[in-house]
């Protein structure tokens, strides 16, 4: 959650939408390694792969 924080901060939405929008782009910029960084849990890296994500 504080990723998505940090890369929003700045920004301010006149409508719900615009900001998730803006966290849907956000969550498809995680990569594998990024994911991994700020959790370590392998579990979820493993999730991540059979979902193709």
Do not use: C, D, H, P
Request: hydrophobic fraction near 45%; glycine fraction near 4%.
């Amino acid at each position: 959650m504080g990723y998505l924080k940090e890369q929003l901060k700045w920004l301010r939405f006149a409508q719900i939408e615009e900001l998730r929008k803006s966290v849907r782009k956000e969550l498809k910029k995680l990569t594998k390694e990024i994911i991994a960084s700020l959790t370590g849990w392998e579990f979820i890296l493993n999730a991540l792969s059979v979902a193709e994500l």
